[in-house]
């Protein structure tokens, strides 16, 4: 089964990704580092597929994305520096560990901690923030390798996916990581942005 591919522009795609999202259904979609895979963070059929098509371990907590700085909130406990910290820094290509709410997503905590991305892409500002959805992502490779950057490699290896988004590219490099519940703020991959060090 070949997925449908749909640009970001295109006016059916809300109505899609909702269908999908409901269904159990993954997605290929594009942000401002790397083009993402996932779904519904609570959807255990979604979470299985990205896995098993991944190599990915299922206790391997995946990143929760969001479509605005103001849906955080919804799954993370803010004090006043990391409310600051994060109304500073996003949306943009970082993804924070933050202390989780009771009713986030399991998929995207580990021992207490949430991460939270707020990708500066219009996929995510205009098409994601219009059906006030959040995603589980990680980048589109098998586990191990270097995330996919050609849309015509996504087609060919990760054709089980039920849609593929195609949108303007981002920078090509995964996000930096950034502990917020440990101070000084820690970068779990790549450098502390200026003003974090």
Request: aromatic share 6%; charged share 20%.
């Given at each position: 089964?070949?997925?449908l591919?749909?640009?970001?522009?295109?006016?059916?795609?809300?109505?899609v990704?909702?269908?999908?999202?409901?269904?159990?259904?993954?997605?290929?979609?594009?942000?401002d580092?790397?083009?993402?895979?996932?779904?519904n963070?609570?959807?255990?059929?979604?979470?299985?597929?990205?896995?098993?098509?991944?190599?990915?371990?299922?206790?391997?907590?995946?990143?929760?994305?969001?479509?605005?700085?103001?849906?955080?909130?919804?799954?993370?406990?803010?004090d006043?520096?990391?409310?600051?910290?994060?109304e500073?820094?996003?949306?943009?290509?970082?993804?924070?560990?933050?202390?989780?709410?009771?009713?986030a997503?399991?998929?995207?905590?580990?021992?207490?901690?949430?991460?939270?991305?707020?990708?500066?892409?219009s996929?995510?500002?205009a098409?994601?923030?219009?059906?006030d959805?959040?995603?589980?992502?990680?980048?589109?490779?098998?586990?191990?390798?270097?995330?996919?950057?050609?849309?015509?490699?996504?087609?060919?290896?990760?054709?089980?996916?039920?849609?593929?988004?195609?949108?303007?590219?981002?920078?090509?490099?995964?996000?930096?990581?950034?502990?917020?519940?440990?101070?000084?703020?820690?970068?779990?991959?790549?450098?502390?942005?200026?003003?974090?060090?």
């Amino acid at each position: 089964m070949n997925p449908l591919f749909l640009s970001e522009n295109d006016p059916e795609l809300s109505a899609v990704l909702v269908e999908i999202l409901e269904s159990g259904g993954i997605f290929i979609f594009p942000s401002d580092t790397v083009y993402g895979i996932g779904g519904n963070p609570w959807d255990e059929q979604a979470l299985a597929r990205v896995c098993t098509m991944k190599g990915r371990r299922a206790d391997q907590p995946f990143t929760l994305h969001l479509p605005t700085l103001a849906s955080v909130e919804r799954f993370a406990r803010l004090d006043t520096g990391v409310r600051a910290i994060l109304e500073r820094f996003l949306p943009g290509p970082l993804t924070f560990l933050l202390a989780a709410r009771e009713g986030a997503p399991r998929s995207a905590i580990a021992t207490g901690k949430i991460g939270v991305r707020v990708p500066d892409h219009s996929f995510f500002g205009a098409v994601m923030a219009g059906i006030d959805r959040p995603l589980f992502g990680t980048s589109v490779n098998r586990s191990g390798e270097p995330p996919l950057t050609r849309i015509e490699e996504m087609i060919e290896r990760f054709n089980r996916v039920d849609l593929i988004v195609e949108g303007s590219p981002g920078s090509g490099s995964p996000s930096a990581i950034i502990d917020l519940t440990v101070s000084p703020p820690r970068a779990l991959r790549g450098d502390l942005p200026s003003g974090l060090q």
